[in-house]
């Protein structure tokens, strides 16, 4: 996916406003920022008083963000030039997503 396809994707779904590209990498840190923040005020969400509705929809939000979160780090790996696997071997977080 283009970087700038990937941008304007994720500030669409997310509803994202005051959004400026002064820059590929600049962008897709406050990106990043942005989607850590709500993802962090989503794992605030007291989850025992949602509704079954509720509860599904934050759950497909916070699929969303997460894998959006993930894309954004590999990209902006890319453009720093850091390609921790070159060979396409797995990395050893087995996925999982760290706060750096």
Same mark, same amino acid.
């Given at each position: 996916?283009?970087?700038? &396809?990937?941008?304007?994707?994720?500030?669409?779904?997310? %509803?994202?406003? !005051?959004?400026?590209?002064? !820059?590929?990498?600049?962008?897709?840190?406050?990106?990043?920022?942005?989607?850590?923040?709500?993802?962090?005020?989503?794992?605030?969400?007291?989850?025992? &008083?949602?509704?079954?509705?509720?509860?599904?929809?934050?759950?497909?939000?916070?699929?969303?963000?997460?894998?959006?979160?993930?894309?954004?780090?590999?990209?902006?790996?890319?453009? %720093?030039?850091?390609?921790?696997?070159?060979?396409?071997?797995?990395?050893?977080?087995? !996925?999982?997503?760290?706060?750096?």
């Amino acid at each position: 996916m283009d970087i700038k &396809k990937f941008i304007e994707s994720v500030k669409e779904s997310l %509803n994202l406003e !005051g959004f400026e590209k002064k !820059g590929k990498k600049k962008s897709l840190k406050r990106l990043l920022e942005k989607l850590k923040s709500r993802r962090e005020i989503l794992h605030k969400v007291p989850k025992k &008083k949602l509704s079954k509705k509720e509860r599904k929809a934050y759950e497909e939000e916070l699929a969303i963000i997460t894998l959006q979160i993930k894309k954004a780090e590999k990209i902006l790996e890319e453009l %720093n030039g850091n390609t921790k696997n070159p060979k396409g071997e797995k990395s050893r977080d087995h !996925g999982c997503i760290t706060d750096r």
